[in-house]
């Protein structure tokens, strides 16, 4: 029989103990952006009980931000691609590690099977208005939430149910590793002293990128009257590659392609660079993160909703909210044919003024 999940409530006890031995499993696999959010959890369960094993279940390519990070003791790849064979081998990789307490901040059934996988008596989610596909019967317990919020700030409603002030300062702490530190120093070191600005030249969905050929003007005008270093990052996928190349030939200016499959490489690119540009993708959370400024273009999706987490706010361009409108982190819906209406010269304004703040 499905369970139904019981309702977190202010009074609800913490559910994870501050001492003892504790195995605890996050259940998060995508995208980049989300595993970001995710890291302030796991580093909250570090502090409520620094005996506590903790398991992060992730797809392939966001699960590269977890490695080295101090808080997670063992990361597990879920390939959902692999169909059911992908499905067998996450099985066999779980089947020795019980957990007593599992987060499954996922909305969509793939959570499913890490969720039962990880046989947690005590299984957290989302609120159940906020999934699908049968996501809420696998929990036995949901935070509350009655509208839709910042992404962070809905994985931030689970810190009571760990015991943790909801309030408690946040924190992302992206590690790198002595052998990554050195290959970003002698990446950055040939460049002499000019700033860096890196444009994230595309995201996962074409509506929410940027015309190439603005990208191209915004290099030109970055190289020659503020002298900057333009580096040109993102994925290797053939359309991130055509646009890349879109960008090269229409711009005079001598840019840096940094395109590349390694997520990791990519990281310590954004954290060695003065400011990052970029649509709603997950580069730009990496950036926040990192203290890094970011001007975030947005149109298609809600910069309030999906965008930088309360800093960089100054930063972002918002063709999503309308004019007689507030900015509200409620609207989800996606509105088309809007990132055109974001222009080079206010982009120029935005990266000016991140630029002051490094």
Excluded at 133 to 160: C, E, M
Excluded at 163 to 176: K, L, M, Q, S, T
Aim: charged fraction near 25%; charge should be neutral; proline fraction near 8%.
């Amino acid at each position: 029989m499905p369970i139904r999940p019981r309702p977190i409530e202010l009074d609800t006890p913490p559910l994870l103990p501050t001492e003892g031995s504790v195995n605890v499993c996050m259940v998060l696999l995508s995208g980049v952006g989300d595993v970001v959010h995710g890291l302030p959890l796991a580093l909250d369960v570090k502090r409520r009980n620094p005996s506590a094993f903790l398991t992060w279940v992730a797809e392939p390519a966001p699960a590269e931000i977890l490695r080295h990070h101090a808080a997670v003791d063992r990361v597990i790849v879920f390939d959902t691609g692999s169909g059911w064979r992908g499905v067998q081998r996450l099985h066999r990789e779980m089947a020795g590690r019980r957990a007593d307490l599992t987060l499954n901040l996922q909305r969509y059934f793939k959570s499913v099977w890490p969720t039962l996988f990880s046989r947690a008596p005590v299984r957290i989610g989302l609120p159940p208005w906020m999934t699908r596909d049968g996501v809420r019967y696998v929990n036995t317990h949901a935070i509350p939430g009655g509208s839709w919020k910042h992404t962070q700030d809905v994985f931030l409603d689970v810190r009571p149910a760990l015991g943790v002030d909801r309030n408690a300062p946040v924190e992302w702490n992206i590690c790198f590793s002595d052998s990554e530190r050195a290959d970003q120093r002698a990446f950055f070191d040939h460049l002499g002293d000019r700033r860096v600005v890196t444009l994230v030249v595309a995201s996962a969905n074409p509506k929410k990128d940027w015309p190439a050929p603005r990208y191209a003007e915004l290099a030109d005008i970055l190289d020659s009257e503020f002298g900057v270093q333009v580096i040109l990052a993102g994925g290797p996928s053939e359309r991130e590659r055509g646009i890349a190349s879109q960008i090269a030939s229409r711009t005079a200016s001598t840019l840096i392609d940094a395109l590349g499959d390694s997520v990791r490489r990519l990281m310590w690119m954004i954290d060695g660079s003065d400011v990052v540009v970029a649509p709603d993708t997950g580069p730009l959370h990496i950036a926040h993160a990192l203290n890094v400024p970011v001007v975030g273009l947005f149109g298609h999706t809600n910069p309030w909703r999906v965008g930088p987490w309360r800093r960089f706010h100054h930063l972002v361009l918002d063709q999503y909210t309308d004019s007689d409108d507030l900015p509200d982190p409620a609207a989800y819906a996606p509105k088309d044919g809007r990132m055109g209406a974001i222009h080079v010269v206010d982009v120029v304004e935005r990266v000016s003024a991140a630029l002051r703040l490094v």
